[in-house]
């Protein structure tokens, strides 16, 4: 059974940063595109990075020079260092995992995801 445990969140002043980090257990995650995202209260969830199985990574515009995602495959995690944090980047951030091995289409959906951890909350205040 997969399980992903994200940890990392809490409170901080703008301008500040944070390292997330999504333990993976129940099988490998480095053949399987892995994603972070967040969402703001009465929102939608929204794509903030990924990572593909080799490595290949994206982000949205609007984290883009401020987040960083990468793996360590040793320890089966995904970590999201998030810099510079504003009071917009207030949200619960929450990483994902593929069911297909070696996919990595349409990486900016929730919907291409199968697995999902319970969410690490991130509150910046100014």
């Known amino acids: 059974q997969v399980q992903l445990v994200e940890s990392g969140g809490g409170l901080v002043q703008a301008g500040g940063s944070l390292r997330l980090s999504c333990a993976a257990s129940g099988r490998t995650l480095s053949t399987y595109t892995m994603g972070w995202f967040r969402q703001f209260p009465g929102k939608e969830r929204e794509f903030v990075a990924s990572i593909t199985w080799n490595g290949g990574t994206s982000y949205s515009d609007s984290v883009k020079g401020r987040f960083t995602i990468s793996r360590e495959t040793a320890k089966n995690t995904v970590y999201l260092q998030i810099n510079s944090l504003q009071p917009e980047d207030t949200a619960i951030y929450y990483c994902?995992?593929?069911?297909?091995?070696?996919?990595?289409?349409?990486?900016?959906?929730?919907?291409?995801?199968?697995?999902w951890g319970q969410g690490t909350q991130v509150t910046v205040h100014s």
């Open positions: 994902a995992q593929r069911r297909i091995p070696y996919s990595a289409a349409n990486p900016y959906r929730p919907s291409s995801y199968d697995y």
